[in-house]
């Protein structure tokens, strides 16, 4: 059984349809990876998952129909969101960002900390006042810390350093090690993500045009649809 | 420049010597003044949960004080008139004893701060300050025309009520009472703000839609802190009650809500000694500048402004550093 599964989802903002029927499916354990071009829909998916976006279609989660529930909700199923731009609690500090929201279970502070030592050494410090690697790495943090079964990464690495986003993907590389978590990656770095995805689903204009197997995805998909 | 943690314990020292100083000096009427503060710390100490650490700019919090002094004034005046408050359907009698009263007019103003945050709470922004507003002054209008208990006039109280172990008519036992309710309530709002559903409210207050993200529900947080603050505010009302003998409606006027909100600006919004300074600045004003003009207020108004012009983190934010930045 999928932990994950949307089939037909559509979504607007306001007057403009961005969404117009996406299907995907992630079971338990599975890393997959959301692909497309800029503006094809993948943080809408994203958002729409997370329940910040109206959404019409099939959304379940956990055997659970998301579609009625509120945001807070979906994620207190276990659903937990790195969103694009970071976006950490700015005034409060590393450690606070990291326990103003966490559940009991594997993560916690001293498993965060060995993921990510960088943020160790910064626990007092304003998260306004990170870099934007160490605020990435917050984020990441702090989704850890909520215990979710399905960690979702929408740009996780968009305009961080090369040696940086080396970090990250070292770390959800050991992420996928370890198991027991599902990751749905958005991002457009087709050879990190070949490293740690077993599944892909590629978007165009709002639909899903391919899905399958990460080591099936072929050269006329990829110049097609995501441009590499 | 000092910590903020230092200027804390300089206050709280000052909190404790001033009154002291004034007991060995047979300087009464100080140490009233320093109740007198004191009681306001208290009050505006709860309005900071919601105001500081949530972001709720409640302008009806005088609706929790008001409350809370007409616990007192209702217990004590059927206390001193041993007349039952209520014989059906059962017997209700009033009280002299203070911790029964504080327990009264804490769950009343929890009640009426639960209902009042369910409703405001479906608003934000100016319509959430205009909501509470509206509520401040139902309560206030309500008991202005409520006849039983003195109506507009107010209610007087001949007596002071009852602590086990204190004479609380001793002005400086009373003062070292209500120091300490303050001093309670500073600690768990210390502790609170550190906690988990401190923090989370901090956070829900930066960015409501990020916090949904992490599976916490923004509005719950705020009820939660609204019902905490309203309950501090109705404690502080009962003591005020207590200090004047005297409950009357301007308890529930929105002047009072407003002094409440300036006590916190010029203190320091979201410090923990920001309601202490500022109601401590207040009651200093009120009784030096009101000595010699009537429009003492103009001075205070000039004093808000330059601190919300130049002085986001209040007088307590000009005289510290920041811990925990870069």
């Known amino acids: 059984m999928s932990l994950l599964e949307l089939s037909g989802v559509t979504a607007a903002y306001g007057q403009t349809q961005a969404l117009f029927g996406v299907d995907l499916a992630l079971a338990e354990g599975e890393a997959l990876a959301l692909m497309g071009r800029n503006g094809m829909g993948k943080s809408t998916t994203v958002k729409a998952i997370c329940r910040m976006l109206p959404a019409a279609g099939r959304l379940r989660f956990a055997g659970q129909d998301l579609a009625r529930l509120p945001s807070h909700k979906a994620a207190r199923l276990g659903i937990g969101l790195v969103p694009e731009g970071r976006r950490c609690f700015a005034d409060l500090t590393v450690r606070e960002n990291l326990i103003a929201a966490a559940r009991r279970g594997h993560w916690d502070l001293a498993r965060v900390h060995g993921l990510f030592p960088r943020l160790a050494e910064r626990m007092g410090q304003r998260a306004a006042t990170l870099s934007g690697g160490e605020q990435q790495m917050l984020a990441i943090g702090r989704a850890l810390m909520t215990n979710p079964r399905l960690l979702i990464l929408d740009e996780a690495t968009e305009g961080l350093a090369p040696l940086i986003r080396a970090e990250i993907w070292a770390a959800l590389g050991q992420l996928r090690r370890e198991g027991g978590l599902s990751l749905l990656i958005v991002d457009k770095s087709l050879k990190e993500l070949a490293g740690i995805c077993d599944q892909a689903v590629v978007l165009s204009r709002g639909e899903s045009v391919w899905a399958g197997a990460m080591a099936e995805l072929g050269a006329d998909v990829t110049e097609q649809y995501i441009g590499v | ?326």
């Open chain 2, 1 to 326: 420049m000092i910590t903020e943690r230092h200027l804390n314990l300089l206050i709280l020292a000052g909190l404790i010597l001033v009154p002291l100083w004034a007991w060995a000096a047979d300087e009464p009427f100080t140490i009233t003044l320093a109740t007198r503060a004191v009681i306001f710390a208290l009050a505006a100490a709860g309005l900071n949960i919601a105001l500081g650490i949530g972001g709720l700019v409640s302008l009806g919090h005088a609706a929790f004080f008001g409350i809370g002094g007409y616990a007192m004034g209702i217990l004590a005046h059927h206390a001193q008139s041993y007349t039952a408050l209520s014989t059906w359907p059962f017997l209700i009698e009033g009280t002299k004893s203070m911790p029964v009263i504080w327990l009264v007019a804490i769950v009343t103003s929890a009640l009426a701060a639960l209902v009042i945050g369910l409703l405001s709470l479906r608003t934000a922004g100016v319509y959430f300050i205009m909501i509470t507003l509206a509520f401040g002054q139902m309560f206030y209008f309500f008991t202005i025309s409520w006849a039983a208990y003195g109506g507009e006039d107010g209610l007087s109280i001949y007596i002071r009520n009852d602590f086990p172990g204190l004479n609380t008519l001793d002005p400086i036992q009373f003062y070292g009472l209500c120091l300490a309710i303050l001093c309670a309530v500073l600690f768990a709002t210390a502790r609170l703000m550190r906690a988990p559903f401190g923090l989370a409210l901090n956070a829900a207050r930066q960015t409501p839609a990020r916090v949904e993200t992490v599976g916490l529900d923004p509005t719950r947080l705020k009820l939660a802190a609204f019902v905490i603050s309203g309950a501090i505010t109705g404690l502080a009302g009962a003591l005020f009650a207590d200090l004047n003998r005297f409950v009357s409606p301007t308890m529930f006027s929105w002047q009072m809500s407003g002094e409440l909100i300036v006590f916190i600006i010029i203190g320091g919004t979201g410090r923990l000694f920001g309601p202490v300074v500022g109601a401590a600045t207040f009651v200093m004003l009120e009784h030096w500048l009101g000595g010699l003009s009537e429009y003492w207020l103009i001075y205070l108004g000039g004093m808000l402004l330059a601190i919300v012009l130049f002085g986001r983190g209040g007088l307590i934010g000009l005289l510290t550093r920041r811990e925990g930045g870069a």
